[in-house]
């Protein structure tokens, strides 16, 4: 899930099957692209979304 405003949403399918997968086999980080925009997800420690061209713009996720 990603904070969105002040609430958690969930990911798309596709998209969350990439970060399971990610987690799953010990990776720290995944490029993911979303509504256009390409982020990079911290699916280990931080925990957070960033912007690949901005990574000063980031968000928090979680995994439930």
């Known amino acids: 899930?990603?904070?969105?405003?002040?609430?958690?949403?969930?990911?798309?399918?596709a998209?969350?099957?990439t970060l399971e997968a990610a987690w799953a086999g010990g990776v720290t980080?995944?490029?993911?692209?979303?509504r256009g925009t390409v982020y990079v997800v911290q699916v280990t420690g931080d925990m957070v979304q960033?912007?690949?061209?901005?990574p000063s713009r980031w968000r928090a996720v979680r995994r439930v």
């Open 29 to 34: 980080a995944v490029e993911v692209t979303l």
């Open 50 to 54: 960033q912007q690949k061209d901005d």
């Open 15 to 17: 998209t969350q099957a």
């Open 1 to 13: 899930e990603v904070t969105l405003g002040a609430a958690w949403r969930e990911y798309d399918a």
